[in-house]
């Protein structure tokens, strides 16, 4: 099959053109991105065939008398056979003067069976499975790593999120706070978690802070959590604390360049605890603001936020 055809250069001096791609594994949550995303303003197109996306664009160019308005289009395995031609079509429409964010949402396995049963929905790689209930969910995971396989290049230049663990509205919030980051520079994501609950796949680096003191064994300060004052104050008296948090920052500081110039739009640094309420909240505030003056950062508390 040939290459698709792009769509025509904007004009010199025009004002580029917005796209948010969503897609993901089935049943991660692409309908609730959309959703939140068309809520935002954005003109909102499900599951379009990619080879289709330059015409589209070309439509939405020649709109006159109209400013350009932001665009989410969903793709996922339903457009299995053109998968192929989207990648390198992501990759030219930046010269085509077009802004495209690629936004992945990926859940564990266990998660995607468990809503798959909830709703009783079909996977849409899923043969028809004969027998019983075993043979059923075997089926499942198979049609779910398939699809991951499909998938895994177009995950490979997105930025992923994981939705294991997020309720809709999570979710919603999560989506539009991605969206509404500046383009065209590295944001920094710290985000917060309970090692108990599994690590964040969308975590492009992790950070362990179990071996700290913790404040959950001081009565007072079990309720509380890293962004209480209360919390701080018993934490930066722990020397060892403020030498990991130092260590943390160094790190960070000597390898941000080398992100930047892979131009990566966004790098998530995942600080995990036991409970994900003390430490990794109170590790994620203090480099968030730490990195405020450097770029654009974002903060997420997996657990916190879920509540």
């Known amino acids: 099959m040939s290459a698709p055809v792009l769509a025509a250069p904007a004009p010199s001096g025009a004002p580029a053109l917005d796209v948010v791609l969503v897609t993901g594994i089935s049943g991660s949550g692409k309908s609730v991105a959309l959703h939140a995303l068309e809520d935002a303003g954005y003109y909102c197109v499900d599951n379009l065939p990619p080879e289709l996306l330059p015409d589209f664009l070309r439509l939405e160019r020649g709109r006159v008398g109209v400013p350009l308005r932001p665009i989410a289009i969903a793709v996922d395995v339903r457009s299995a056979r053109s998968l192929p031609h989207l990648l390198p079509l992501i990759t030219q429409l930046g010269s085509e003067g077009v802004n495209v964010r690629s936004v992945f949402l990926d859940a564990s396995t266990q998660a995607l069976v468990r809503r798959f049963s909830e709703t009783r929905r079909r996977h849409p790689l899923s043969q028809d499975a004969p027998g019983d209930e075993t043979h059923q969910h075997r089926a499942l995971i198979d049609a779910i790593e398939l699809e991951r396989e499909l998938l895994a290049d177009l995950r490979e230049i997105s930025t992923v999120l994981d939705t294991s663990q997020l309720r809709p509205t999570q979710l919603r919030i999560w989506v539009r706070l991605l969206v509404e980051a500046p383009a065209g520079a590295l944001t920094l ?50 020397p060892e604390v403020g030498e990991m948090l130092g260590q943390i920052e160094a790190f960070l500081t000597r390898w941000l360049p080398a992100f930047e110039q892979d131009q990566r739009a966004y790098l998530t640094v995942a600080i995990g605890c036991t409970g994900g309420q003390h430490r990794s909240v109170y590790f994620v505030e203090q480099l968030a603001q730490r990195f405020r003056s450097q770029g654009a950062t974002l903060v997420r508390h997996r657990e916190l936020d879920a509540r």
């Open 189 to 238: 994501v710290f985000e917060s978690f309970a090692f108990k609950h599994g690590v964040p796949l969308d975590a492009d680096m992790v950070f362990d802070v179990r071996v700290l003191p913790n404040p959950h064994y001081v009565g007072e300060l079990r309720p509380l959590t890293g962004r209480d004052a209360p919390v701080i104050a018993y934490l930066e008296q722990q």
